[in-house]
């Protein structure tokens, strides 16, 4: 079974900066293409940003909104998944998703609250 | 970028009822196109990809169709635990763009 278990939200003020972890199981995690996607309250999904893996240079692709201040890395030793996020704005304030797949995002973690207020 | 729109927006339908969601994108996706159910205070899950491929474990009830710019997500009979928002999803190339949604629930 996939298991996908994001942590590290919390509050944060304007401006500051954050990581998030999500540690997988259950799948061949360094094979594994990952995504972030985060909805803010009451509102829809939104797709933060790709990391391909080892063998494919682990390339990333970011959502417009976050390009230059979020970055997903991965350590593929432990199994997980990051995303540093800078400059954070109240427009950052979401539940962020660890999601695998190239495209198609068929494991979805819980999630990880991340409020963004002064 | 391609831009996708859903339409409507909501919907309100009876147990056992057809619904139909429609979904497009601002340019030609062929047939990448993914569609996923998020139940209220739950997880999105995936139940078709590739524009028409069902997931496995998801019910026949639901199937997918079209290619190009315009989609379609039909429950054949709409049960109680389908009230859901619905999301569409293109991903030909990146960024991987979500659709606003389209909400379900009962009359």
């Known amino acids: 079974e996939v298991q996908l278990v994001e942590s590290g939200g919390g509050l944060v003020k304007p401006g500051g900066s954050l990581r998030l972890s999500c540690v997988a199981s259950?799948?061949?995690?360094?094979?594994?293409?990952m995504n972030w996607v985060r909805q803010a309250p009451g509102k829809g999904l939104e797709w933060v940003g790709r990391?391909?893996?080892?063998?494919?240079?682990?390339?990333?692709d970011y959502a417009a909104p976050v390009k230059g201040r979020f970055v997903i890395s991965r350590d593929d030793s432990k199994n997980t998944l990051y995303l540093q996020m800078s400059s954070l704005t109240t427009g950052d304030t979401a539940v962020y998703y660890c999601?695998?797949?190239?495209?198609?995002?068929?494991?979805w973690g819980q999630g990880t609250l991340v409020t963004v207020s002064s | 970028d391609i831009h996708m729109t859903q339409s409507p927006s909501s919907l309100s339908a009876s147990v056992g009822d057809r619904v139909t969601i429609t979904c497009r994108a601002s340019?030609?996706?062929?047939?990448?196109l993914a569609w996923y159910q998020q139940r209220p205070g739950k997880v999105p899950q995936l139940l078709i990809y590739d524009a028409s491929t069902l997931q496995s474990g998801v019910p026949s009830r639901f199937s997918g169709s079209g290619s190009g710019t315009d989609f379609t997500l039909t429950i054949s009979s709409l049960r109680p635990e389908d009230v859901a928002i619905y999301y569409c999803?293109?991903?030909?190339?990146?960024?991987?763009?979500f659709g606003p949604g389209t909400k379900v629930d009962f009359k």
């Open positions: 259950g799948l061949p995690f360094t094979n594994a293409w």
């Open positions: 990391i391909k893996s080892k063998s494919d240079f682990e390339t990333t």
């Open positions: 999601a695998t797949g190239g495209g198609i995002i068929p494991y």
């Open positions: 999803q293109k991903y030909n190339n990146v960024p991987f763009t």
């Open positions: 340019q030609g996706i062929n047939n990448y």
